[in-house]
């Protein structure tokens, strides 16, 4: 761990240069953020060595800064304005929380001596409104104190569970006088229990057919390499977690068996025939939908290792061990006995889609997958398009693929944004519904402007896909508002700088993938596809 050393003086300067030195101790580079009248103290002579990454739509702001944080693992600063950018922001700034994204958020707020009349700009009660989707929030009682809030918003946010903080900043508060605050060291690492591992290792020892279920929090905590040599030491069977939003094991892998689903019954079947489930960096289990959970009758044994005490506290039956990745696999690796039971084996691919007209989504993702550059990061928002995506988009491992956890739409484009500026040396693919894009469209200008290595895929099958699909698992039927005609997204990305065209035909796609793979700066290819959407779950419980 590197040691930071406190500055030597205690002259005092003033609010904001204590922030930037603060900043810079934290080896924050880039500040996330839409300016209005309430942030211009702070903005004011803008120092060279901190870029300000400018976004168009505060929601568009949030999720570039948290595909940033995601990418550079360490907490992104925004700065958003007043109320009303808070508003604009707080869908993804739900997104990061369930993502556990590190950041650190800062508001403007009115001057503080006219607070009292409720002024223009006036934030009523500042540090409640993003609440309870912050880990912390403040709007500091003294304008020289609002240093240290900033110093404890990111301390709070990069501790696991990681996630957002906020903190209110008065516009007259950035040029008071305050004295230096030094960065501090926090370790962040935490072990586990001994005796707890000590029991996991036994019952894994003792079972006849065990599975590993793997969840965002192995490769938040870039230890894919680890689960790995878990895995083949303990001859598992390895799923992912429903709603995984990271690729947390090689989907190629030999003992991969795939992908649970959010249904009570179905995560059931699939599991059914395992005597121990072992869940790591996961809750236990996200649901989407009603049913039994016969999982959970008793018949199975649960463990959970996990970093988060509320998602072992809500974990209704088993053992759960809350300790980080790292640590908790490591020591797992190092006490767990070399299996002699035969390895699982795992599931097999499909073979390679055919090509039609209309395109089907599966001969997309296949030509896609084969397209990509092996070092590409993924980040996806087509939730209608997931199933297949995981038979013909297998992922290699770590830091390969992220989406959303939420379950809401308009983080994709601008967190593939900020991917594409935290990672610059590789290509980030944004693969989005046409529904989604709309969301936070305007996220490719800052792309385009900045001539990042981004190529974004809109699958348009002219309609909110999962919406169709969820009416047909609901039995409900003549649901308005989901279909999306006449959106011309070449046009639109063309508008704001960026190389665009449309495919239409099978024989195109190929080609229209290695041009804009190999294009230096940001392209949108806008496929026409078969309006056939899957079955997301292929029963009502």
């Known amino acids: 761990m590197s040691s930071r050393k406190p500055k030597s003086t205690t002259s005092p300067i003033t609010v904001k240069h204590a922030t930037l030195d603060l900043l810079r101790a934290f080896k924050i580079t880039k500040i996330f953020g839409n300016p209005g009248?309430?942030?211009?103290?702070?903005?004011?002579?803008?120092?060279?060595?901190?870029?300000?990454?400018?976004?168009?739509q505060e929601a568009s702001v949030i999720g570039m800064a948290d595909g940033y944080a995601q990418a550079t693992r360490n907490a992104s600063f925004v700065n958003l304005h007043s109320a009303a950018g808070v508003g604009n922001a707080l869908g993804n700034i739900y997104t990061a929380h369930r993502n556990q994204t590190p950041m650190?958020?800062?508001?403007?707020?009115?001057?503080?001596?006219?607070?009292?009349?409720?002024?223009f700009l006036y934030a009523e009660r500042a540090s409640e409104f993003p609440r309870p989707y912050v880990k912390f929030a403040v709007e500091p009682a003294r304008a020289e104190d609002v240093p240290a809030a900033i110093a404890r918003a990111y301390?709070?946010?990069?501790?696991?569970?990681?996630?957002?903080?906020?903190?209110?900043?008065?516009i007259d508060d950035w040029t008071?006088?305050?004295?230096?605050?030094?960065?501090?060291?926090?370790?962040?690492?935490?072990?586990?229990?001994?005796?707890?591992?000590?029991?996991?290792?036994?019952?894994?020892?003792?079972?006849?057919?065990?599975?590993?279920?793997?969840?965002?929090?192995i490769d938040r905590a870039e230890a894919v390499d680890l689960m790995v040599k878990v895995a083949e030491k303990a001859k598992a069977a390895v799923w992912v977690s429903p709603f995984s939003a990271?690729?947390?094991?090689?989907?190629?892998?030999?003992?991969?068996?795939?992908?649970?689903?959010?249904?009570?019954?179905?995560?059931?079947?699939?599991?059914?025939?395992?005597?121990?489930?072992?869940v790591i960096g996961a809750p236990v289990f996200t649901f989407h939908v009603e049913g039994h959970a016969a999982i959970f009758d008793g018949a199975t044994t649960l463990f959970q290792i996990t970093d988060d005490p509320t998602a072992a506290a809500v974990t209704p039956?088993?053992?759960?061990?809350?300790?980080?990745?790292?640590?908790?696999?490591?020591?797992?690796?190092?006490?767990?006995?070399?299996?002699?039971?035969?390895?699982?084996?795992?599931?097999?691919?499909?073979?390679?889609?055919?090509?039609?007209?209309?395109?089907?989504?599966e001969f997309l993702l296949h030509t896609l997958s084969s397209a990509m550059p092996d070092d590409a990061a993924l980040v996806e928002e087509a939730p209608s398009h997931r199933p297949a995506m995981h038979r013909y988009m297998p992922m290699r491992g770590q830091d390969s693929f992220y989406t959303m956890t939420s379950g809401g739409l308009g983080y994709g484009l601008p967190a593939a944004v900020g991917m594409a500026l935290g990672r610059p040396g590789i290509r980030t693919v944004c693969l989005i519904g046409d529904g989604s894009a709309m969301y936070s469209i305007q996220?490719?200008?800052?792309?385009?402007?900045?001539?990042?290595?981004?190529?974004?895929?809109?699958?348009?099958?002219?309609?909110y896909g999962a919406m169709r699909s969820f009416s047909q698992v609901m039995q409900v039927r003549n649901v308005p508002g989901l279909d999306l005609p006449g959106i011309d997204f070449v046009r639109i990305a063309q508008g704001m700088g960026c190389d665009a065209m449309r495919v239409t035909k099978s024989a195109e796609l190929a080609p229209a993938l290695q041009r804009s793979l190999a294009h230096d700066g940001t392209g949108l290819i806008e496929v026409m596809v078969d309006s056939a959407v899957p079955l997301l779950y292929a029963q009502k419980n």
């Open 317 to 361: 039956v088993g053992t759960s061990i809350v300790a980080t990745m790292k640590p908790a696999l490591s020591m797992l690796l190092e006490i767990l006995p070399l299996s002699k039971r035969a390895i699982p084996v795992g599931r097999a691919l499909p073979p390679a889609p055919v090509a039609a007209d209309p395109i089907p989504v």
């Open 155 to 170: 301390y709070v946010a990069m501790q696991p569970p990681c996630g957002p903080t906020f903190v209110s900043v008065p």
């Open 104 to 119: 650190v958020i800062t508001a403007g707020q009115q001057a503080r001596s006219i607070l009292p009349l409720q002024a």
């Open 37 to 56: 009248s309430t942030e211009l103290p702070f903005l004011s002579d803008w120092p060279g060595d901190i870029d300000y990454v400018l976004g168009l």
């Open 443 to 463: 996220a490719l200008w800052t792309a385009a402007q900045r001539k990042l290595p981004l190529t974004v895929v809109v699958i348009n099958n002219q309609g």
């Open 246 to 278: 990271r690729c947390s094991f090689p989907e190629r892998h030999p003992q991969f068996q795939g992908f649970l689903h959010a249904s009570p019954a179905q995560v059931s079947e699939a599991l059914r025939g395992h005597d121990l489930v072992v």
């Open 176 to 217: 008071h006088q305050t004295q230096p605050v030094a960065a501090r060291d926090i370790s962040r690492e935490l072990g586990p229990d001994p005796q707890a591992m000590k029991g996991l290792a036994a019952a894994l020892a003792a079972s006849r057919q065990p599975a590993l279920v793997v969840g965002p929090g």
